[in-house]
């Protein structure tokens, strides 16, 4: 039984999380620093096989109207490069992820200011976590 794997990615870093095999619950996995795509793909596809991924969720980042932004265009290349391969890949809306993130690690009394790998998988996990809440309400 597969898991999916949830991606925030950025410039400079990718956040990534994985959905438990019964695909019930997402929770924050690694983050990878990004030299360039080529490279965080190589990494991807070693963690995709360790981890028996089935479905990628990509964290769509559309601005505050629903409209596409420079960083939408990134994620989209981003995105069919990974469909190239061959991989099965769905876009998640991402909006305030981010924000999200901060907010649930402040909660919990995690500094913020020097761990932005720890809110980038966390944000990652926050979309797969959307993303899994809509599949099982099919």
């Given at each position: 039984m597969g898991r999916y794997l949830g991606i925030d990615s950025g410039e400079k870093r990718v956040g990534l999380a994985l959905s438990d095999p019964l695909k019930i619950i997402a929770t924050p996995f690694r983050t990878l620093l990004v030299n360039n795509t080529n490279q965080v793909i190589r990494e991807l596809e070693i963690i995709i096989n360790e981890q028996e991924v089935e479905l990628i969720v990509v964290g769509n980042p559309l601005g505050m109207k629903g409209q596409q932004t420079v960083q939408t265009k990134r994620v989209m290349e981003f995105t069919?490069?990974?469909?190239?391969?061959?991989?099965?890949?769905?876009?998640?809306?991402?909006?305030?992820?981010?924000?999200?993130?901060?907010?649930?690690?402040?909660e919990?009394?995690?500094?913020?200011?020097?761990?932005?790998?720890?809110?980038?998988?966390?944000?990652?996990?926050?979309?797969?976590?959307?993303?899994?809440?809509?599949?099982s309400k099919m």
């Amino acid at each position: 039984m597969g898991r999916y794997l949830g991606i925030d990615s950025g410039e400079k870093r990718v956040g990534l999380a994985l959905s438990d095999p019964l695909k019930i619950i997402a929770t924050p996995f690694r983050t990878l620093l990004v030299n360039n795509t080529n490279q965080v793909i190589r990494e991807l596809e070693i963690i995709i096989n360790e981890q028996e991924v089935e479905l990628i969720v990509v964290g769509n980042p559309l601005g505050m109207k629903g409209q596409q932004t420079v960083q939408t265009k990134r994620v989209m290349e981003f995105t069919n490069k990974l469909k190239d391969i061959g991989y099965t890949v769905m876009l998640e809306d991402e909006r305030l992820s981010s924000v999200s993130a901060k907010r649930v690690l402040i909660e919990q009394k995690i500094k913020t200011g020097y761990n932005k790998a720890l809110i980038d998988r966390t944000a990652a996990a926050i979309i797969l976590q959307q993303f899994l809440d809509k599949q099982s309400k099919m």
